[in-house]
């Protein structure tokens, strides 16, 4: 249960990131719903820090009752040279807590997303040896070797991976979204590990929830919500969707929601084989309505194969609906072992998927998972294993 505890005997617990949604980009509602939970059960104060470019006019801005702060950071674009510049991003990043009224010493955690945000951690530690840092991997490029133009180049690679590794080595403990990502951490030999734990992306049981009376009880509708990306793979989907309506199940339809660059490939194939009345495409939904969208559903599938979690599956489980993803990937490790042959497929298996629907037609088999999926009882369970770690 939240502590009840005035804001003078609260403990200051910095987040440092770059996904925080706002009013203009949604990205990142999950660190916002991670932020609420750990205030809601902890006795930290949570100040959250978002990175910005130098000539940037972005403001800070309160959402959902989170108060968001940028600091200024001073980077070459296309992920060119990190840290070049990195004694001008932590004059900037102090003169943000200074303006802020918090001191070093009075920091107790700082929680860095991605490993090069861990470079402001460390800082803060250095200043007080006091400080516990954490630092969360969200990704299967822990130390983001594949971002930017110069990624190809061997010598920028050693650059970006001897910045990434001096972060990591510094820190007390790496959290990972799934323990896929925390063996990409540890896949390193040069990076040193203090201690790790996986903290899977938990979801907000009062935004996502079942709602009876929603579906459409004449057709079996499955939905896709994800940008239209190579690795997201919404094609094995289509394809699977047209194996079954060739196999005489025409009372199918399937929904996506997002954009991106195979959007038109993937709606030229649906038009070619006039697949209208059974696969629609609609633009993004905000944050409030998916609830509502995923009520609707009978089945939620997102074949993506390169996914460190995925919250939408678990979005979708939350209010009722089960999900099919691709094996080996961080959702995977939600599933039992014997249970996984009915909800997993391998990459860019269409056929496979068209049997494992075919299959929760006809049986609608319950979905179970490990573990649970509710953000308060996730970061409850994390906030005592912070406890007790020792700093290195």
Request: aromatic fraction near 12%; include cysteine.
């Amino acid at each position: 249960m939240p502590k009840d505890l005035s804001c003078s005997e609260k403990e200051n617990y910095v987040v440092i990131t770059p996904f925080f949604p706002s009013k203009a980009n949604f990205r990142g509602p999950y660190v916002l719903d991670q932020v609420k939970a750990i205030e809601n059960n902890s006795a930290y104060k949570v100040t959250v820090l978002k990175p910005k470019a130098l000539f940037s006019k972005e403001q800070d801005y309160e959402f959902d009752g989170v108060n968001v702060h940028y600091f200024k950071r001073v980077v070459l674009p296309s992920n060119i040279l990190p840290g070049l510049f990195k004694g001008l991003s932590r004059f900037f990043f102090f003169k943000k807590l200074k303006q802020l009224g918090l001191n070093p010493a009075n920091i107790d955690v700082v929680h860095a997303h991605v490993t090069q945000n861990g470079m402001y951690a460390n800082s803060l530690k250095a200043k007080n040896p006091k400080i516990k840092t954490t630092l969360q991997h969200h990704g299967f490029d822990v130390l983001s070797l594949e971002n930017g133009i110069l990624r190809e180049q061997t010598w920028h690679k050693k650059w970006v991976k001897a910045f990434g590794v001096a972060i990591c080595n510094k820190i007390d403990l790496h959290l990972g979204v799934s323990g896929k990502t925390l063996s990409c951490v540890s896949a390193f030999p040069e990076i040193t590990i203090n201690a790790t734990y996986v903290l899977y992306n938990g979801v907000d049981t009062t935004k996502f929830y079942p709602i009876e009376g929603l579906k459409d009880n004449s057709v079996f509708k499955i939905g896709c919500i994800a940008n239209f990306w190579p690795l997201k793979d919404q094609m094995t989907l289509i394809l699977a969707t047209h194996h079954l309506i060739k196999q005489g199940i025409t009372n199918l339809k399937v929904d996506f929601i997002g954009s991106g660059d195979l959007l038109e490939t993937c709606k030229a194939y649906v038009a070619q084989h006039q697949l209208e009345s059974h696969i629609t495409f609609q633009d993004e939904v905000t944050h409030q309505e998916l609830n509502v969208f995923y009520n609707t559903l009978d089945l939620y599938v997102m074949p993506s194969y390169y996914e460190a979690f995925g919250c939408v599956y678990t979005e979708a489980y939350a209010c009722g609906v089960p999900f099919m993803a691709v094996q080996d990937q961080g959702i995977s490790e939600l599933i039992p072992q014997n249970d996984q042959s009915k909800w997993l497929i391998a990459p860019k298996d269409s056929q496979g998927l068209a049997a494992l629907i075919n299959s929760y037609i006809t049986n609608r088999t319950p979905q179970k998972l490990v573990t649970s999926i509710d953000i308060n009882s996730l970061v409850t369970d994390y906030l005592d294993h912070l406890n007790r770690i020792a700093v290195v």
